[in-house]
């Protein structure tokens, strides 16, 4: 008998620390995640947008500014909110990470404990 599918999906990036952290407490807490390595995995405009909207932020807010793709992309905080996802989809290490989802609702694990809002 196969364990049940978990409701809860991260956006992992193993790399990272944060992301990490979170994955950790995650599975401290008992959830088993669908772990979705996005930089390995293409994501569409649609399924960024989607996220976008549960997290209730702007492209512009779950851009990561301080990576060397980022000053190559030319984009300002005024650029168009699908300029944005569409720098986000060609260089996937620009989104904001961790994301965890479950249902209809989003979390950025920063700081990591952001994500025990959705298990309550």
Sequence with gaps: MSAPKSDVTIWHNPRCS????????????????????????????????????????????LLRRKEAEFKETGLTESSKDGDVIAAMIAHPKLIERPIVLKGESAVLGRPPENVLELLD
């Design 18 to 61: 944060k992301s990490r952290q979170t994955l950790a407490l995650l599975e401290e807490r008992g959830v088993e995640p669908e772990v979705v390595k996005y930089l390995d995995t293409p994501l569409t405009a649609k399924m960024l947008k989607d996220v976008i909207g549960k997290l209730g932020i702007t492209p512009w807010a």
